[in-house]
């Protein structure tokens, strides 16, 4: 296992040379402000700032479109379930009844959430993530958290590619997924392998870490600096969002 982590090419953007103590300090009142909003046009708003700071950032188009339908289809049922279930005015097709106000509602928690969406992209997508956990760290975020967090993106990609080795392996010994007795335990075999495997690595690990001094604290190596170009969008953010949250609620 490499300590070496490794990201995404950062385009070259007002955001990516934004601290990312402050990005980090507006994004996060600002999802907490979209999070909590309740009518259509202020979560309208909300979205389309999302996409103007993503279009700011000059992010590829087909990491965000992939991405951002994540999100949408996470928020897919409220779409459907909603118009349905809620009484009011709407539209009868045939025995279906869609009221005017679940559709509102569905679409709201659809903007919502692509809202949400676009700005976890902005932080993933404007620097490093060891960038942003240190980030963290400088904001007084316990250290424990800012390691396992760490460690959990880390091994996200440790136990996907250990899984497309056991997915190799099996396909090259005839095994077809298939949804009978054989199958299911096969299936059952593969993931308590693979939670083993991840077992002992993260044995090994931890026996690595120590040998190497570590002693639970977080350190860093990234330097941090404060300017009045950080400053600025910072409370533009906020106020952007707090002027959004008092528009929904008045």
Avoid: N
Wanted: glycine share 8%.
């Amino acid at each position: 296992m490499t300590l070496a982590f490794r990201h995404r090419p950062i385009p070259d953007s007002p955001l990516a040379r934004w601290d990312a103590r402050w990005k980090l300090a507006a994004v996060a009142p600002a999802v907490c402000g979209i999070a909590v909003l309740d009518h259509l046009a202020p979560v309208a708003v909300a979205l389309a700032l999302g996409l103007f700071l993503l279009a700011l950032a000059r992010l590829p188009g087909a990491w965000v479109r992939g991405r951002l339908a994540l999100f949408a289809f996470a928020a897919l049922p409220f779409v459907i379930v909603l118009p349905a279930t809620l009484d009011g005015a709407g539209w009868d097709i045939g025995p279906l009844h869609v009221s005017e106000r679940g559709t509102v509602a569905g679409l709201a928690v659809l903007c919502r959430g692509l809202a949400v969406g676009c700005f976890a992209l902005l932080l993933l997508g404007t620097a490093p993530l060891h960038h942003t956990v240190s980030a963290a760290h400088k904001l007084k975020v316990p250290g424990l958290l800012v390691q396992l967090t760490l460690l959990t993106y880390r091994y996200a990609f440790l136990l996907a590619e250990e899984m497309r080795r056991l997915r190799v392996a099996m396909r090259t010994r005839g095994f077809r997924a298939a949804p009978t007795r054989h199958g299911y335990r096969a299936l059952g075999h593969a993931t308590g392998a693979l939670l083993v495997r991840g077992s002992d690595r993260a044995d090994s690990v931890s026996a690595a870490m120590r040998c190497r001094g570590f002693d639970g604290r977080f350190h860093t190596l990234t330097a941090f600096r404060t300017r009045a170009a950080d400053i600025i969008p910072f409370v533009a953010l906020v106020a952007a969002a707090g002027a959004l949250v008092l528009w929904d609620r008045w």
